[in-house]
């Protein structure tokens, strides 16, 4: 099967905590949500994971399936499947102790996607990490390249060699995400935008920012635009990000924008572009944070929310 994105890194289970102690087993890791919100989105995606054989492994495997992603490799290729216990505060925020495995297969698609998106702890924890930035340098004369930082530093702690591994991957990228959180994570001697202008000046096209809830922010060469959150009672914040950055990127494949012989259309992109693009991940984030886990909205959702 042709796909049009190949996301490659973690898929876990998240163990949501319960007030009446209780929990409540919820299919994630940042990457798997990413491609299950393309998925629901209209995006053809391609998932390169690892997991275990096991109950959980079950779980991801039927989530993967109802979603209509397919997997590109056998993914059980894991002792075990990892899981990150979820803690939830009175704000809806999430916090998480990881239980973690990963390693990865080399990755080989039927067809070049046009699309290659890797984040979070796929992009840096070996042995995996590896095999994804081999992956990507080795896709990228064909594909759009995308990564969403999203730092986990109680899995990974933030040493030296982390922020070379991050700033190795911003280089090669058309696209990075990332949260006012990481960039603070990662670059504590820097502000936020001064962290911005070292991941611009690295090499990549655009960066978009997310603030919480304050909504998200793009910055290019040829300026920054700003889009403000959607208000909406939360249930959790579990996957939002995933959602906005799934959003993101199927707002660039609804505009034609993906794929290497675009990229320096994309690159191109005005401001106002990029400012329909994160209103409308905005939007999408908002529809994930209003119910519980990591369930991203349809396009059928999207645009009813769009158009209400």
Not at 34 to 39: G, N, R
Not at 133 to 157: E, F, Q
Request: glycine residues 12%; proline residues 5%; aromatic residues 4%.
């Amino acid at each position: 099967m042709t796909i049009t994105a190949l996301v490659i890194g973690e898929a876990l289970v998240d163990i949501v905590a319960q007030a009446d102690g209780t929990s409540i087993e919820h299919p994630g890791g940042s990457p798997a949500n990413v491609a299950v919100a393309l998925a629901r989105l209209g995006t053809t995606v391609g998932l390169a994971t690892a997991y275990g054989d096991d109950r959980l492994g079950a779980l991801l495997d039927q989530h993967f399936e109802d979603a209509g992603v397919t997997m590109v490799g056998d993914p059980h290729g894991l002792a075990r499947t990892s899981s990150a216990v979820a803690t939830i505060d009175a704000t809806g925020a999430a916090s998480y102790v990881f239980d973690l495995e990963w390693a990865l297969r080399p990755p080989e698609p039927a067809d070049p996607p046009l699309l290659v998106h890797t984040g979070s702890l796929g992009a840096v924890l070996e042995p995996g990490a590896g095999t994804v930035v081999a992956t990507v340098a080795r896709l990228a004369d064909t594909a759009t390249i995308s990564y969403d930082i999203n730092a986990r530093p109680a899995a990974t702690g933030v040493s030296a060699d982390l922020v070379a591994r991050v700033d190795a991957l911003v280089a090669v990228c058309d696209v990075v995400k990332a949260s006012d959180e990481d960039l603070e994570v990662l670059y504590p001697d820097a502000g936020v935008e001064e962290a911005v202008q070292r991941i611009l000046a690295l090499g990549a096209g655009a960066v978009v920012v997310t603030w919480g809830g304050n909504g998200a922010s793009c910055f290019t060469a040829g300026g920054r635009i700003d889009s403000a959150a959607e208000r909406v009672e939360v249930a959790d914040t579990i996957g939002a990000g995933d959602s906005f950055c799934a959003a993101l990127l199927d707002g660039l494949r609804r505009r034609d924008l993906l794929g290497a012989g675009r990229r320096a259309e994309l690159r191109g992109l005005s401001l106002d572009g990029w400012g329909e693009v994160i209103a409308r991940a905005n939007r999408a984030a908002a529809i994930t944070v209003s119910r519980p886990g990591a369930n991203p909205p349809t396009a059928d959702e999207l645009e009813a929310a769009i158009a209400g």
